[in-house]
């Protein structure tokens, strides 16, 4: 069973690391295209950033309970993933093929390929963050669909 850490060195750092971990996870994903990262690394560092939150405040913590909520996003990465194929299916051109990506108001090759890969990357960062969410809670006694009811 996971406890609330009871330090507040660890509480403190951890209210200020988890916000940065979050913003640079979001720095990663997004310019993921020009250097090492994308959505892989950037949903690992979302969950991670969300664990943390589980293991330092607990299990009946506001962070836990976002994270409960989040592991009910389950599939909505698959979902964006497979619309990004399906919109280059759709104008055309091969799945994934994102110069065939119909998006109205994008108008150039360049842009249509620029947010087919980020939003590929968001796709699987979502489905990265929720499973390793998913995994600890699989492996904690913390059930992630009881809803609190304060």
């Known amino acids: ?31 993921g295209q020009y250097g090492p990262g994308g959505g892989f690394v950037g949903g690992v560092m979302l969950g991670t ?11 009946e913590s506001p962070a836990c309970l976002v994270a409960k909520k989040v592991t009910h996003g389950d599939g909505i990465g698959l979902i964006i993933f497979a619309g990004v194929g399906g919109l280059c299916l759709i104008g055309g051109g091969e799945f994934m093929n994102y110069s065939n990506l119909e998006i109205p108001w994008v108008d150039t090759e360049s842009h249509r390929r620029y947010l087919g890969i980020l939003l590929t990357q968001i796709g699987v960062a979502v489905d990265i963050a929720v499973t390793a969410i998913s995994i600890v809670f699989s492996l904690s006694l913390i059930d992630a669909s009881e809803e609190s009811h304060d």
């Open 1 to 31: 069973m996971i406890h609330a850490h009871d330090s507040a060195i660890v509480r403190t750092m951890s209210r200020l690391l988890i916000p940065l971990i979050q913003l640079f996870a979001l720095y990663v994903l997004c310019f």
């Open 49 to 59: 950033s969300l664990i943390l939150g589980i293991l330092v405040f607990g299990p």
